[in-house]
């Protein structure tokens, strides 16, 4: 439950993206050496995505047992590499900090960067690393109620001076924040969302709206998506609407060919989402990739 303190309206959006043009991202998994990962940023960066992302876990749930690089300090990091991209983490994971050092981080990444950070926060999911990294996985009522209070208490950190705050699970007094961002009124939110209780406070809070799943899931998504934000009286198109490419769900392998990059976009373009962050290729296939980008991205930001 979230206190009548933590439930007042949210900051004043940033004003609407054009959320109909496509725009196409990488997600690089940092289960690499440093030197390969700054070198794939710069390949990314060179092709012109528009942003690059990496995740936040211990360990990389589908390979649990290689090396992973963790999150904020690589991205703060990989800003300094770059100069063009939005950068961001696909998602911050509520459970592994507390909110106002996620506010720090991200104040220090946005400053480093000189504005391009894209702060991205999700409930946390992954139980198995909680459990062998000692961190606790509330159940699942709890952990949305977290999740909600965190954004809610980043958000006014992020645009005010001095903060305090009465919620259920976090509480601050007279909390200063100095330096403010450099992204006005503060960088923009990427919020992973799946459930109703969850996309409902999406379309209150999300600039960005993330997923991943079938077309037929994202679609119904969408459609709970822009319910959500008619019943609080918010336009639906003020949200990016924003797909996580993982190639599972997906059915298909996006960097495979140029009809193969085409038909994914396409299939989940008709199912409402505008922004493919697509998961990184593997290295054989950077010549496909750099054709696709060459060949394929300029038609589609405009179609």
């Known amino acids: 439950m979230i206190s009548e303190a933590a439930s007042e309206k949210p900051t004043p959006r940033h004003p609407s993206p054009d959320t109909h043009h496509p725009r196409f991202g990488i997600v690089r998994n940092q289960n690499l050496p440093w030197e390969t990962l700054v ?5 990314f960066e060179a092709l012109g995505f528009d942003s690059i992302w990496h995740a936040d876990h211990f360990q990389r749930p589908s390979v649990p047992d290689h090396p992973f690089l963790e999150g904020w300090t690589l991205l703060a990091a990989l800003a300094l590499k770059t100069t063009t991209p939005r950068i961001g983490i696909l998602v911050t994971s509520n459970t592994f900090r507390h909110p106002p050092l996620v506010a ?38 709890e952990l949305v109620g977290r999740f909600e209070e965190a954004v809610i208490l980043i958000d006014k950190l992020l645009t005010q001076d ?73 336009d639906p198109s003020a949200i990016i ?49 750099e054709r696709i980008a060459a060949e394929l991205l300029p038609g589609l930001r405009v179609g």
């Open 39 to 43: 070198r794939h940023w710069a390949v």
């Open 241 to 289: 609407r924003s797909l996580y490419g993982w190639t599972i769900p997906m059915g298909a392998d996006p960097w495979s060919s140029p009809d193969a990059f085409a038909d994914v976009v396409g299939r989940y373009r008709e199912a409402g989402m505008t922004e493919f962050l697509m998961e990184a290729p593997h290295e054989e296939q950077f010549p496909m990739m």
């Open 104 to 141: 720090k981080q991200a104040v220090t990444v946005d400053h480093i960067s000189g504005g391009r950070l894209e702060l991205g926060i999700g409930t946390g999911w992954y139980k198995a690393e909680h459990e062998r990294f000692g961190v606790p996985f509330p159940e699942t009522p």
């Open 162 to 234: 001095i903060t305090s705050f009465a919620g259920a699970y976090y509480q601050v007094l007279d909390a200063p924040f100095r330096p403010a961002p450099l992204q006005k009124p503060r960088p923009p939110l990427t919020l992973g969302a799946h459930g109703p209780r969850m996309l409902r406070f999406a379309a209150r809070y999300a600039d960005r709206w993330n997923s991943y799943g079938t077309t037929a899931e994202i679609r119904e998504r969408n459609d709970r998506l822009d319910e959500a934000c008619a019943a609080i009286g918010r």
